[in-house]
T-cell receptor, first 111, second 116 residues
Framework: GQSLEQPSEVTAVEGAIVQINCTYQ??????LSWYQQHDGGAPTFLSY????GLEETGRFSSFLSRSDSYGYLLLQELQMKDSASYFC????????????FGQGTELSVKP | NAGVTQTPKFRVLKTGQSMTLLCAQD?????MYWYRQDPGMGLRLIHY???????AKGEVPDGYNVSRLKKQNFLLGLESAAPSQTSVYFC???????????????FGEGSRLTVL
């Protein structure tokens, strides 16, 4: 089976940089994704890492180390609107595209 | 562009009642999923479908049934609702050649179900 661990809460100030870590255990690894969810609304896709290294998309970057079963989401130049829950997720197999999600990290951005 | 639409958005049931949640997507995606989300927890996969007429169990399938008679629709049924099924239910879809490879799912806005 698959399991993921990420911190339950993170607090940071506006303009700062924050890193949200995710460690996983899987029977087979097919990629790590990150999602953002505001106030219980629809989760939205942020990034995907299939191979080791850093993927950058604007203020957000995501990193993966398959040998360490570890990844992180890096948010730079934090804005108040970044306050949300962030989920890492691994593919639940190489068929069907289904994802298994971590329990989520609630990010609070303070002025 | 509607994306993924869920109906109803809110519903209150009594224990033992049955209901069906409807998910519709207009992106011609092959794959569709039903997740539930409980407070302080991530999304847990209930059932999923890789194509019209096919369904499969996810992490927490007990107490639910699904059907995918048309490519664009994925129905989630509760035959005899229990208070433990009080949750927010999210439907999602992805394309076989795109999102299923890159881990990008498109989610609906959720259906909030309370079972008394």
């Amino acid at each position: 089976g698959q399991s993921l661990e990420q911190p339950s809460e993170v607090t940071a100030v506006e303009g700062a940089i924050v890193q949200i870590n995710c460690t996983y255990q899987t029977s087979g690894f097919y990629g790590l994704s990150w999602y953002q969810q505001h106030d219980g609304g629809a989760p939205t896709f942020l990034s995907y890492n299939g191979l080791d290294g850093l993927e950058e998309t604007g203020r957000f970057s995501s990193f993966l180390s398959r040998s360490d079963s570890y990844g992180y989401l890096l948010l730079q130049e934090l804005q108040m609107k970044d306050s949300a829950s962030y989920f890492c997720a691994v593919k639940g197999g190489n068929q069907g595209g289904k994802l298994i999600f971590g329990q989520g990290t609630e990010l609070s951005v303070k002025p | 562009n509607a994306g993924v639409t869920q109906t109803p958005k809110f519903r209150v049931l009594k224990t033992g009642q049955s209901m069906t949640l409807l998910c519709a997507q207009d992106m011609n995606h092959e794959y569709m999923y039903w997740y539930r989300q409980d407070p302080g927890m991530g999304l847990r996969l209930i059932h999923y479908s890789v194509g019209e007429g096919t369904t499969a169990k996810g992490e927490v399938p007990d107490g639910y049934n699904v059907s995918r008679l048309k490519k664009q629709n994925f129905l989630l049924g509760l035959e005899s609702a229990a208070p433990s099924q009080t949750s927010v239910y999210f439907c999602a879809s992805s394309s076989k050649s795109g999102g299923a490879v890159t881990g990008e799912l498109f989610f609906g806005e959720g259906s909030r179900l309370t079972v008394l």
